[in-house]
């Protein structure tokens, strides 16, 4: 055989090519080219603006027509990899946290220690759980009663509230420790309680039916979960009866701040430093300054503005940055070809970044503890989504379910209930 | 960008499917191997050939890629949501078929040299492996192409 002969035969091999393969390939690079050579302002997440989201999603509703289609199953790895700039395929096992820290999972049968390396550990038969600040303790709830855990399992302290403090299956109900550690906000039955992080001086807060507490003041009905001022200072903020968001000093029960909440709100997180709350309904997500009003104890807000999001999306999970005003998001749309979600990182009239697009349903959407990446979780395909900011590859884990199976229990796809701590 | 594109693509993409037999994994190599030449425009010496520079990254990727799938298939039977790709003998040649059985290191070199016309030096450096191990990796690939008596059968046999 000589070399021409060779080199013959690998040029005139048919090479099976999906319909329109070089063309898909020239949008991605053409759109890749002209970004680098008009630049946006704000580094990685002013890479895609609001049109490049509309031209994303046009593609993705090309695509999810293409699922359907005998070659589907080519390009649903395109999908995939090619939107995620390079996801890769699944491992398939959960060997190591990416990016570091631990993670918090609530299971059927309890929550769940994740340590970097992978190993896990079940703490207990506890309806939810959350966080100390510093990843020493867990806060975990099971029908009246409040638990202070070690990470191991081995239980701080408890206390017997009057009412069911466990909400099962409802992230939104979880009891919240503030970035000082000095108090744990929970709800008990209709009643929002602090209670100090040694499990004394339990206090009521707010509530929904308290006739001693004026209407404006009462927590809402629908039971907004409280979110802490991440300054360390203890300051609660909550949604209240009136539809208002009114900030409280937790120590005193001062009234610092109050504002017209969004309606319908389902959602609220306080982060970004302290400068941002995030208000969330499935159909609108705010961001809301904050900032110390002339008394660097005393916060005031300031207007909220909405984010853009694509029209018809619904809002399934959204998270502020630590640090940043950056919101993530889950969304879902539905068109004619089928339903198909996305992760997207947003800012205030300013620019948008698909992260991922995949078909069917994706759940919630969690910060690391330093804000770089993200852990998108994928039920449908039993998957965990970890999502690098900047440069560097995405990272799939499969089988997650399986790895959180104990007993006899079938298991169940958990939920994440922290990413902790700041190195 | 975009002559570059017209000019390299079919290429690239060639060369890749012919070290990872993947369809879908040849197209993400040669796309990714596109966006990293955008991301390092301002880096690139314009006075050096682009096309060993794409090749340099997509033959590279394409080994890559094969290690992970060979890790891949070795760790147990996984539950992917992804469905399996057509196999080769749908898809491909006696010549393919014969490639496919060299291992991934020696179809780089074999595609690097007969497909894409680099010198042995050219590819040492591509790959950044000696030369003499350029050199034993091509005489293998090309002995094992002839054991199969495939790879005749494709090149002088059928002219």
């Given at each position: 055989m000589s070399d021409k002969s060779l080199a013959r035969g690998l040029r005139d091999i048919p090479i099976p090519e999906s319909a329109g393969v070089e063309e898909r390939g020239r949008r991605i690079v053409e759109a890749a080219f002209a970004e680098r050579q008009?630049?946006?302002?704000?580094?990685?997440?002013?890479?895609?603006?609001?049109?490049?989201?509309?031209?994303?999603?046009g593609l993705a509703t090309l695509l999810a027509a293409l699922l359907l289609s005998p070659a589907g199953a080519a390009v649903r790895d395109w999908v995939d990899e090619a939107i995620t700039n390079g996801a890769p395929r699944p491992e398939p096992n959960l060997a190591r946290i990416p990016g570091g820290g631990k993670l918090l999972v609530q299971t059927g049968e309890g929550p769940w220690v994740v340590q970097p390396d992978g190993s896990r550990r079940l703490l207990g038969d506890y309806e939810t759980a959350s966080w100390s600040p510093h990843g020493l303790f867990v806060v975990a709830a099971k029908g009246r009663t409040l638990s202070a855990l070690e990470p191991d399992g081995t239980q701080r302290w408890s206390l017997s509230a009057g009412k069911r403090v466990a909400f099962p299956g409802r992230r939104v109900a979880s009891p919240v420790w503030s970035p000082s550690g000095e108090r744990i906000?929970?709800?008990?039955?209709?009643?929002?309680?602090?209670?100090?992080?040694?499990?004394?001086e339990d206090r009521l807060l707010a509530s929904t039916i308290d006739a001693g507490i004026p209407p404006d003041a009462r927590i809402s009905p629908a039971y907004v979960p409280p979110a802490w001022s991440p300054t360390g200072a203890d300051q609660l903020a909550y949604v209240t009866g009136a539809g208002r968001v009114r900030i409280l000093d937790s120590e005193t029960g001062a009234v610092l701040a109050a504002a017209p909440a969004l309606p319908n709100v389902t959602w609220m997180d306080w982060a970004a430093g302290g400068r941002k709350i995030l208000e969330a309904s499935?159909?609108?997500?705010?961001?809301?300054?904050?900032?110390?009003?002339?008394?660097?104890?005393?916060?005031?807000?300031?207007?909220?503005?909405s984010l853009p999001l694509p029209p018809d999306a619904s809002v399934v999970d959204a998270a502020l940055a630590p640090e940043r005003s950056l919101v993530a998001a889950s969304i879902t749309h539905w068109k004619e070809h089928g339903t198909y979600s996305e992760i997207v990182v947003l800012r205030p009239g300013k620019s948008a970044r698909v992260m991922l697009t995949?078909?069917?349903?994706?759940?919630?959407?969690?910060?690391?503890?330093?804000g770089r990446r993200l852990l998108?979780?994928?039920?449908?395909?039993?998957?965990?989504?970890?999502?690098?900011?900047?440069?560097?590859?995405?990272?799939?884990?499969?089988?997650?379910?399986?790895?959180?199976?104990?007993?006899?229990?079938?298991?169940?796809?958990?939920?994440?209930?922290?990413?902790?701590?700041r190195r | 960008m975009s002559e570059l594109y017209s000019m390299h693509w079919r290429g690239a993409y060639r060369a890749a499917f012919l070290v990872v037999h993947d369809a879908v994994a040849a197209e993400d190599i040669a796309q990714d191997a596109f966006l990293a030449a955008v991301d390092a425009l301002e880096r690139f010496d314009r006075r050096r050939p682009f096309r060993p520079w794409l090749h340099r990254i997509v033959v590279n990727r394409a080994l890559d890629w094969t290690r992970r799938e060979s890790l891949r298939r070795r760790v147990d039977s996984i539950e992917s949501v992804f469905e399996p790709l057509p196999p080769p003998g749908e898809i491909g040649s006696e010549?393919?078929?014969?490639?496919?059985?060299?291992p991934a290191e020696q179809r780089a070199v074999v595609v690097l040299r007969h497909l894409?016309?680099?010198?042995?030096?050219?590819?040492?450096?591509?790959?950044e492996l000696p030369r003499g191990t350029v050199n034993s990796r091509l005489r293998r690939g090309l002995d094992r192409l002839r054991e199969t008596g495939r790879a005749g059968a494709v090149g002088e046999g059928r002219r």
């Open positions: 008009h630049p946006t302002r704000g580094g990685l997440e002013g890479r895609w603006r609001l049109p490049r989201l509309a031209l994303a999603l906000a929970y709800r008990s039955g209709f009643d929002l309680r602090v209670v100090a992080g040694d499990g004394t499935p159909g609108t997500l705010r961001l809301r300054p904050v900032w110390p009003a002339g008394h660097p104890t005393r916060p005031a807000l300031g207007k909220a503005r995949v078909p069917g349903s994706l759940g919630q959407v969690v910060w690391s503890p330093d998108a979780t994928w039920p449908g395909a039993n998957q965990w989504l970890f999502l690098p900011l900047g440069r560097g590859q995405g990272r799939a884990v499969a089988n997650i379910s399986t790895a959180f199976a104990s007993g006899q229990r079938a298991a169940s796809f958990p939920r994440i209930d922290g990413w902790c701590c | 010549m393919m078929a014969a490639l496919k059985e060299l894409l016309e680099y010198t042995p030096g050219e590819i040492a450096r591509m790959l």
